[in-house]
């Protein structure tokens, strides 16, 4: 007999302050998503209407009590808040109420912890965590007496608050040493491909879009697909090939969302580095999903907020084949609407990538000697080759197409301009 997983019983709760009921509605909605990601099973939601967020408890005395007898007929284990809780907050939440307290940001902390697969993004979270918990420990027990400096107080004398503090503090900075190292192995690896001047592409858009599956369908890569929220956390790199067959490497990033607390976004950063050297960005956005155009305003402000806007874009709409009713494209990029899962869309996708990628290159026309058969291939490879006609009186071969203005190759192909 199939043993049933393991879920933990949750109780979401939400303050509501000025924001629309639609984003707040929305918001909560995505908390439940998350903690179903994270192996929850969300039993209530609990939503309190205020002018600000109660600076004691987050939703007031009386919803407090409210939420007390709650917990106690559905004997929920966890109460996860939809805004990041102060230590105060936690502190006083915890002695009324007998269930684990966390937040929205430990939830999603806890899903990349799960979904973390690399050495670099496990520190990376870890990282994370550690930053999250510190300014936490204050207050875990009044007992803990705060021993005055000098003789006799250093070494054995710590109390467990002060010797937890120390450990976490050199774990941190343990792990600052390592990812510095990880670092400075991809910024090598990436000077790599510069010299090589690969076009590069990656793909951005809001967790859950289909990003997974269209880069394994267009690269024939095996990352994880799964319809959960952030399914990929570590970023992924492989060869695309275009229609005339001029090979770009394609990146597969970690999904952005709302409200994203600014102390994740370090846990992004092997993968937003990876986005932050590409030459062209897709923007898939979920055309299933009632709520995609907020999803595609929220990754549009981060592509804002980490300063690569500028950097060209095509929005891919995808899951066409489950359109919402009441979908309408609202790009101001290029745009362009297909299914992930179907071939014919995948093809005509490429064709349309590589149309974009033409925009950024230079044309040239040149006659290069049968014995060059190394340019040759990296005509194929390399450019955009149109044409190629072996002319047997000269024993040349007559190339045009379209080239990076940035590469190598320009230098080679000045030789033999016609």
């Not at 430990?106 to 999250?132: N, P, T």
């Amino acid at each position: 007999m199939e043993q049933k997983p393991n879920f933990e019983r949750v109780i979401i709760v939400g303050c509501q302050t000025a924001e629309d009921d639609a984003r707040f509605s929305y918001s909560m909605e995505e908390l439940e998503s998350l903690t179903n990601t994270a192996r929850g099973k969300v039993l209530a939601s609990l939503i309190q209407k205020r002018d600000r967020i109660h600076s004691a408890t987050y939703i007031g005395k009386g919803k407090v009590e409210e939420l007390t007898a709650l917990q106690a007929e559905l004997e929920a284990d966890i109460i996860i808040f939809n805004d990041e809780l102060s230590p105060s907050q936690v502190r006083n939440l915890s002695a009324n109420l007998d269930a684990k307290i966390i937040d929205r940001t430990q939830l999603i902390l806890d899903i990349f912890a799960q979904r973390a697969r690399s050495k670099e993004g496990k520190l990376q979270v870890e990282l994370a965590q550690l930053q999250y918990l510190l300014p936490r420990l204050t207050g875990q027990g009044t007992q803990l007496s705060r021993l005055g400096g000098g003789i006799g107080t250093r070494g054995p004398g710590e109390t467990k608050l002060e010797s937890d503090r120390r450990h976490i503090r050199n774990r941190i900075n343990e792990i600052k040493t390592q990812l510095s190292t990880i670092v400075s192995h991809r910024e090598r690896y990436r000077e790599r491909r510069k010299k090589n001047k690969a076009f590069q592409i990656a793909i951005v858009g809001y967790t859950n879009a289909g990003k997974s599956t269209l880069f394994n369908r267009l690269t024939e890569a095996g990352t994880l697909e799964e319809n959960l929220l952030f399914a990929t956390l570590d970023p992924m790199t492989r060869k695309l090939i275009l229609p005339s067959g001029f090979l770009t490497l394609l990146t597969d990033t970690v999904g952005f969302i709302q409200d994203l607390p600014t102390s994740l976004i370090a846990a992004f950063r092997s993968t937003l580095e990876e986005v932050k050297e590409a030459d062209l960005l897709l923007h898939l956005v979920d055309s299933s999903n009632p709520d995609y155009f907020q999803h595609e305003q929220t990754v549009n402000q981060l592509l804002v907020e980490l300063e690569i806007e500028k950097i060209p874009q095509i929005t891919v709409y995808n899951k066409i084949d489950h359109q919402h009713p009441d979908f309408v494209p609202t790009a101001k990029t290029k745009a362009i609407q297909i299914s992930a899962l179907d071939e014919k869309d995948r093809n005509e996708l490429k064709r349309f990538i590589e149309e974009t990628v033409l925009e950024q290159m230079t044309q040239y026309h040149v006659e290069i000697p049968s014995s060059e058969g190394k340019l040759l291939s990296q005509l194929k490879n390399e450019t955009i080759l149109r044409e190629l006609l072996f002319l047997e009186e000269k024993q040349l071969y007559e190339c045009s197409g379209y080239f990076l203005p940035d590469h190598h190759i320009a230098g080679k192909l000045n030789k033999y301009t016609v």
